[in-house]
C-alpha cells in the first residue's frame, strides 16, 4: 500500500515513456524522426547560441532595459520578483528554441514523402523499432520539461529508482535538466542532509532547549512588565477580572485562567478595546496566549525552574506530557512548533549516548560539550573519515528516518572522501557533500559561469534568500571564489571581510556577476540566519569588532540598507 | 486479293535509347509476318497462352514497373479482326490488308482501346466519388479542446492537492488563511488514508488519459489528414489520369495513321514507354483509394473500443477527483460548523 499512499514520479515517467514510444512506433521512422529532430536539435542550437544571445541582450542596452522593466512587472504580480533574471533567460530561451524548432519542421517540409508512398506504402518493422527509440528520446525529453514544470506544485522524490536515473543523466546539453538538478533536486538533497545534521551535531536538540528556556525568561519578564507597568494601564473592570484570579504576584497564571470557558486575557482585551495602550496590551496577551502550552509546562509540569534541567530530563518530561500539554496551544502553528521542539529533543535523547560513543571524545560530558565537539570533527578531515565510517558500521538501536539519511550522507561521503577532502573544511558538510557528486563541474569547469540559465539561477539564488537556493550556494560561492586568502581558525576580522570584498570585485570584473548582484549578496550574509558569518558568530569565530568595523568601512558594495543593518 | 508487292523493310533493333534501325531488307510481302514476327498471319500465337491473355489487354494500362511480362512496343498488344486475334504490328505490316484495311483497323484497335480505357477509368473514378458519400464526415473521432483542458487542470489540481509539501504549499501555508487550509487538507488525508490513495490513483490515471487522449487524437487526426490528402491526391490524379492519356493516346494514334496515309515503306514500332501509365494511373488511384476506405473501415470498427476506454478513463478519473476534492471540500465545509 506504501506504493500507491504516496506520489511516485517513477509512475508518471513510466507512463510517459511507454507513451512516447507507442507513439513512435505509430508514427514510423519518417515522421517519427521530424518529431525528435525538433525536439532535440534545438537544444544542440541552444548549446550554442545561448550564451551568445544572452550576451547581445545583456550588452544592448535599448533591450535589456526593455526586457528587464517588463519582467520586472510580470515577476512582481506574479510575486516572482527573486527569479526575474531566470524569467527572462527562460523566456529567451523558450523563444529560440521554438524559433529552432520551427526552422527544423519547414527545413523537413523540404523532403516530404509521396502521398503514394504515405498512404501505400506498409512500414517495415525496422523503421517501427528506430522510431519508437526515437520515441523513447522524446519521451526523455519530455519526462526532463515535466519534472521541471511540476516541480512547483508536486512532491517528487529524487532518490526513486528512475527519477534518480533521470537527476544522474542531467546535463548541460538539456539546460532544463541542468537546471532542474541545481534548482531542485539538489536543494531538496541539501535541506535534508542539513536536517539530518543538525539533528547529529545536536544543534537541532540546543535550539529546541534553548527556545523554551527564552520562552521561561520571557514569562518571567512578561509577569514583571504585567506588575509593575500593564496592571495599572488597566481600567477597573479589566483589574477587577485579573484580581479574581490573581495568586501572589502571578499575573501570567491570572490572565491564562479560563472562567466559563474563556480565558481572563481575552474578557481583558474585549474590555480595554478602547485603551490607548491597546496596542501594547494586546501584543503581550497574545503571546500568552499563543504559548499557554509552555506555560502550563513551565508552571505546573516542572517543579523546580528551567534551568536546572538538562535538555534530556526536559525531553522526557516533555514528550509524557505532550498530548495535555499540545491540548493547551489554540494556534495550529503554535502546537506543530511545540511538537517539533518536542520531537527534536526526543529524538536526540534518545541517540544521544550512541552519538557520544561514536564522537569518541572525552571531552563530551553534556548537550554543549557535544555540539562543541562535533563541530570541531567536521573540520578536521582525519577524524571525519574515522567518524564517518563508524557510523556507518554502527547498528542504530532506533533506526529512524534521520539516521537513514545520515547513513546516506555518510555513504556518499566515504564515496567522495578524496574530493571532499580538497575542498574547504568550514564548509558546512552537507553542502561538501553536495557538491562533490559534481565536483568538476563546481570547481574546475565552474558549468554555471558558461550556461545562461544556470548563471541567472545562481544570480537570483546568491541575491535572493527566498528561491531556496541560497544555504548551499553562499557557502559554495564564497568559499569558492571569496575566502581563498582567508585564515578561519585565528577567526574571522575586518582584514578578512576586506579580503573577501577584494575577491568580491575580481569576480564582478570578470562578469561573473553584476555589482548589483554582489551589493545583494553582501546584504544577504549577514540577514540569512545560516549564513557563513552567522555560523562564524554562533562558533565564536567572529572579532567581536566586526561588526563595527565593517559599519565604519567604505565600500561600494556595502549598501546603505547593511549599514542600518549593522548600526542597528 | 491483292497483288503481293515487294517491300523494303527496315530492320529495328532495342537499344537503350529505344529503336534503332539498323539495316535495311527487300522481301516478298506475304511472307514477311512470319519471318519478322513471332505472331504467324492466320493468329496462331507461340508464346503461352497467360502472355496471350496479359497481350489483348490494353497498351495504355501498361506499367512496366509492375507488369508480369515485359513489353517491347504497343504493336505486340493483340487485337480482334472479326474472329480473329492478332498483333497489332502485324495488322500495321500486313501485306495481305489493304491500306485502307490497315487504316480501318488501326482507328478500330484505338477506339477500343480507348473505350475500354475509359470505362476503366470511369469505374474507379465513379467508385471514388461513393466512397467519399459512403465515409462522409472524417472527423468523428474527436476529444475537445474543452475536454483536454479539464483533464490537464484536473491532473495538475490532483497533484497539486496531494503534494502537500510542494513549493506552492509552503508559499500559502505562509499566509494565515492559506495555513488553516493547509492544515484542514492534512488532517483530512491522515484522518482517510483511502483518500490519498484515491488522489494517488487518479492523478495517475488522468496522465494515462492525457496519453490515451493524445495517441487517441494523434490517430484520428493522422486519418483526418490522410483522408485529405489522399482525396486532394484523387482529384488531381483524376485531371493527371485524364489528361496523359488524351495526350499518348492521340500521339500514338497520329503516329500510325501518318504512317499509313505517308507511303511509307517502314516504321519503326512504337515504344511501349510512349504509351504506357505514367506515375500517376488508375492501379495507383484505385490502390490509394481501396486504402482509404479498408482505414475508413478499420477506424470506424474500432470507434466502439477507442470511445468506450476513452469514457471509462472519463469516468474514472473526473470521478476520482471529484471524490477527492469533494471529500476534502465537505470535510473544511464541516468543520467550520
Do not use: C
Amino acid at each position: 500500500m506504501q506504493f500507491i499512499e504516496t506520489f511516485n514520479f517513477d509512475i508518471i515517467i513510466i507512463l510517459v515513456l511507454i507513451a512516447s514510444v507507442t507513439a513512435g512506433v505509430y508514427y514510423s521512422l519518417y515522421r517519427q524522426a521530424r518529431k525528435t529532430l525538433a525536439l532535440v536539435v534545438p537544444f544542440i542550437g541552444l548549446y550554442f547560441l545561448y550564451g551568445l544571445v544572452m550576451g547581445f541582450i545583456q550588452d544592448t542596452p535599448a533591450i535589456y532595459d526593455v526586457t528587464n522593466k517588463v519582467f520586472g512587472w510580470i515577476a512582481k504580480f506574479l510575486g516572482l520578483l527573486a527569479y526575474k533574471n531566470i524569467m527572462i533567460t527562460g523566456f529567451v530561451g523558450l523563444i529560440l528554441y521554438l524559433a529552432m524548432a520551427g526552422i527544423i519542421i519547414l527545413i523537413y517540409g523540404f523532403f516530404p514523402i509521396t502521398v503514394e508512398k504515405r498512404v501505400l506504402a506498409k512500414t517495415k518493422p525496422f523503421s517501427r523499432v528506430v522510431a519508437g527509440l526515437l520515441g523513447f528520446i522524446n519521451g526523455y525529453i519530455i519526462v526532463i520539461i515535466l519534472m521541471a514544470v511540476l516541480k512547483p506544485i508536486a512532491t517528487i522524490d529524487y532518490d526513486r529508482p528512475l527519477t534518480a536515473v533521470m537527476n544522474e543523466t542531467s546535463n548541460v546539453y538539456i539546460p532544463i535538466s541542468k537546471l532542474n538538478e541545481i534548482q531542485n533536486a539538489n536543494i531538496e538533497k541539501y535541506e535534508k542532509y542539513k536536517d539530518a545534521f543538525d539533528f547529529l551535531s545536536g544543534k537541532q536538540a540546543a535550539a529546541a532547549y534553548e527556545a523554551l528556556a527564552e520562552i521561561s525568561d520571557d514569562f518571567q519578564t512578561l509577569n514583571d512588565y504585567f506588575e509593575t507597568t500593564m496592571y495599572s494601564q488597566l481600567g477597573v473592570d479589566s483589574q477587577a477580572l485579573v484580581d479574581a484570579q490573581l495568586i501572589g504576584t502571578d499575573f501570567v497564571s491570572a490572565f491564562l485562567t479560563e472562567v466559563d470557558g474563556t480565558m481572563v486575557l481575552s474578557d481583558v482585551l474585549t474590555e480595554e478595546a478602547d485603551n490607548p495602550e491597546i496596542s501594547s496590551i494586546t501584543e503581550k496577551l497574545t503571546y500568552l496566549k499563543n504559548n499557554k502550552g509552555y506555560w502550563l509546562f513551565l508552571s505546573e509540569i516542572l517543579e523546580n525552574d528551567f534551568d536546572t534541567y538538562d535538555f534530556s530530563s526536559i525531553s522526557e518530561s516533555l514528550s509524557t506530557n505532550s498530548e495535555v500539554i499540545s491540548a493547551e496551544f489554540v494556534g495550529v502553528r503554535e502546537r506543530d512548533l511545540f511538537l517539533k521542539r518536542r520531537d527534536d529533543l526526543a529524538n536526540f535523547a534518545s541517540h544521544f549516548s550512541q552519538f557520544t560513543v561514536l564522537a569518541d571524545d572525552a571531552a563530551i560530558v553534556n548537550l554543549p560539550t557535544y555540539k562543541t565537539s562535533f563541530s570541531d570533527l567536521l573540520i578536521d578531515a582525519e577524524r571525519l573519515n574515522a567518524y564517518a565510517a563508524a557510523f556507518l558500521a554502527t547498528e542504530f538501536t532506533e533506526t529512524s528516518p534521520l539516521i537513514q539519511t545520515l547513513q546516506s550522507a555518510f555513504g556518499e561521503y566515504s564515496r567522495n572522501q578524496e574530493t571532499i577532502g580538497l575542498m574547504n573544511p568550514w564548509m558546512a558538510l552537507e553542502s561538501r557533500i553536495i557538491l562533490a557528486h559534481r565536483n568538476a563541474e563546481w570547481m574546475t569547469a565552474k558549468t554555471w559561469e558558461t550556461q545562461p540559465l544556470l548563471k541567472s539561477y545562481m544570480t537570483d539564488t546568491l541575491t535572493g534568500i527566498s528561491t531556496g537556493g541560497f544555504g548551499l550556494y553562499h557557502e559554495y560561492f564564497f568559499y569558492t571564489y571569496l575566502a581563498g586568502e582567508v585564515t578561519f581558525a585565528d577567526g574571522f576580522d575586518v582584514t578578512d571581510f576586506a579580503s573577501v570584498l577584494s575577491q568580491l570585485e575580481t569576480v564582478v570584473a570578470s562578469g561573473t556577476m553584476s555589482a548589483d548582484a554582489a551589493i545583494s549578496y553582501i546584504e544577504n550574509l549577514f540577514l540569512y540566519p545560516s549564513s557563513v558569518i552567522n555560523v562564524w558568530e554562533e562558533r565564536g569565530n567572529l572579532s567581536p569588532t566586526l561588526f563595527d568595523d565593517i559599519y565604519a568601512m567604505n565600500h561600494a558594495y556595502l549598501s546603505e540598507e547593511l549599514k542600518t543593518l549593522l548600526g542597528g | 486479293m491483292p497483288k503481293p508487292n515487294k517491300l523494303k523493310t527496315a530492320v529495328y533493333e532495342l537499344s537503350e535509347k529505344g529503336y534503332v534501325k539498323v539495316g535495311e531488307e527487300t522481301s516478298d510481302q506475304s511472307t514477311m509476318g512470319a519471318s519478322a514476327n513471332p505472331y504467324q498471319t492466320d493468329g496462331q500465337i507461340n508464346t503461352d497462352s497467360a502472355k496471350m491473355l496479359f497481350l489483348r489487354g490494353n497498351p495504355f494500362m501498361y506499367n512496366s514497373k509492375t507488369a508480369a511480362y515485359q513489353i517491347t512496343s504497343v504493336e505486340e498488344y493483340l487485337i480482334k479482326i472479326r474472329k480473329q486475334e492478332m498483333a497489332f504490328g502485324d495488322v500495321l505490316r500486313n501485306p495481305e490488308f489493304t491500306r485502307r484495311k490497315r487504316r480501318k483497323l488501326i482507328k478500330q484497335a484505338f477506339q477500343t482501346w480507348d473505350k475500354q480505357y475509359n470505362t476503366q477509368k470511369k469505374t474507379v473514378f465513379t467508385e471514388n466519388e461513393k466512397t467519399v458519400d459512403v465515409i462522409g464526415d472524417v472527423n468523428f473521432m474527436k476529444i475537445s479542446l474543452g475536454m483536454k483542458l479539464l483533464i490537464i487542470f484536473l491532473f495538475g489540481l490532483m497533484i497539486f492537492i496531494i503534494s502537500t509539501d510542494s513549493f506552492l504549499w509552503e508559499k500559502i501555508a505562509e499566509h494565515n488563511f492559506g495555513f488553516r487550509i493547509y492544515n484542514q487538507l492534512i488532517g483530512i488525508f491522515e484522518g482517510a488514508s483511502w483518500l490519498k490513495i484515491v488522489g494517488n490513483l487518479t492523478t495517475y490515471l488522468l496522465i494515462l488519459f492525457i496519453f490515451y487522449a493524445a495517441i487517441y487524437t494523434m490517430i484520428s487526426t493522422d486519418y483526418v489528414k490522410e483522408y485529405k490528402m489522399a482525396q486532394n491526391y484523387l482529384k488531381k490524379s483524376e485531371k493527371t489520369i485524364s489528361r496523359q492519356y488524351k495526350k499518348k493516346s492521340q500521339k500514338a494514334r497520329k503516329y500510325y495513321l501518318s504512317y499509313i496515309n505517308s507511303k511509307k515503306p517502314f516504321i519503326a514500332p512504337l515504344d511501349i514507354k510512349a504509351v504506357e501509365e505514367g506515375q500517376v494511373n488508375i492501379a495507383t488511384f484505385d490502390r490509394v483509394r481501396q486504402v482509404t476506405v479498408d482505414r475508413a473501415y478499420k477506424l470506424k470498427k474500432s470507434r466502439p473500443i477507442y470511445v468506450g476506454i476513452k469514457n471509462i478513463f472519463l469516468f474514472l478519473s473526473v470521478g476520482g477527483a471529484a471524490t477527492v476534492i469533494g471529500y476534502a471540500l465537505f470535510k473544511m465545509i464541516i468543520s467550520v460548523f
